[in-house]
């Protein structure tokens, strides 16, 4: 597993049910040089696969150093949305809930 592959499954281990209650949504990580992968909210259960699902909510497109930062902290999520580091196709305002459903 890359270590951008290891970043995406540990939001596994932060993840909040109580957050995601009711939510059936797909989140899509497009990583311009570290592949694709996925996290898939269902019944308040998180699971996560590397890939293309096959119907993601929402697809958001990025490099691995964006990702690591938006994930720690060290980078602003809207703020790299703003800039380009970050583009987002489908369900936009889906992406924003991200920090609501994961302890980052």
């Given at each position: 597993?890359?270590?951008?592959?290891?970043?995406?499954?540990?939001?596994?281990?932060?993840?909040?049910?109580?957050?995601?209650?009711?939510m059936?949504?797909?989140?899509?990580?497009e990583?311009?040089?570290?592949?694709?992968?996925?996290?898939?909210?269902?019944?308040?259960?998180?699971?996560?696969?590397?890939?293309?699902?096959?119907d993601?909510?929402?697809?958001l497109?990025?490099?691995?150093?964006?990702?690591?930062?938006?994930?720690?902290?060290?980078v602003?999520?809207m703020?790299?949305f703003?800039?380009?580091?970050?583009?987002?196709?489908?369900?936009?305002?889906?992406?924003?809930?991200?920090?609501?459903?994961?302890?980052?």
């Amino acid at each position: 597993m890359t270590d951008v592959g290891k970043v995406i499954e540990n939001l596994k281990q932060g993840f909040k049910p109580e957050a995601a209650k009711g939510m059936n949504e797909v989140f899509q990580f497009e990583i311009k040089d570290a592949g694709e992968y996925y996290i898939e909210i269902k019944d308040g259960e998180c699971n996560v696969g590397t890939g293309e699902h096959d119907d993601p909510s929402v697809t958001l497109i990025m490099d691995k150093d964006t990702l690591k930062g938006v994930l720690s902290g060290e980078v602003n999520g809207m703020t790299a949305f703003m800039t380009g580091k970050v583009k987002a196709q489908g369900n936009m305002m889906l992406a924003t809930k991200l920090n609501s459903l994961f302890s980052i």
